[in-house]
């Protein structure tokens, strides 16, 4: 079992950048796939990266490829998203995915932080 703990959210104009963090406790956290995931106001919540135990592998949501990198230090238990011209559609609740299985990170992960808010300004 790992437990998220999400943190960088903020308040930020259109063009500008965030860097989103999230730690993970336990001894495993290099065999878990970790992702991030968003929940804007009114609609489901969506998929935005996912990034492999080795970072071998990495999938971004088309709307954020390009401007959104993920990341992560095994040695610190800790995942990032680093995100670039930020644009208010980007506003949403983000949160910290985790699973053992690299598919399902993509759909349904087994765990979740409990979200961080970020809020874009035209």
């Known amino acids: 079992q790992v437990q998220l703990v999400e943190s960088g959210g903020g308040l930020v104009q259109a063009g500008g950048s965030l860097r989103l963090s999230c730690a993970g406790s336990?001894?495993?956290?290099?065999?878990?796939?970790m992702g991030w995931f968003r929940q804007a106001p009114g609609k489901e919540r969506e998929f935005v990266a996912a990034?492999?135990?080795?970072?071998?592998?990495?999938s971004y949501a088309g709307s954020v490829k390009g401007r959104f990198a993920i990341s992560r230090d095994n040695a610190k238990n800790t995942m990032f998203l680093q995100m670039n011209s930020l644009k208010p559609e980007d506003t949403a609740v983000y949160y910290c995915a985790a699973d053992r299985s690299y598919v399902q990170v993509l759909r349904t992960p087994d765990y979740w932080g409990q979200g961080t808010q970020v809020t874009v300004s035209s």
């Open positions: 990034i492999s135990g080795s970072s071998g592998s990495k």
């Open positions: 336990g001894r495993t956290f290099s065999s878990y796939t």
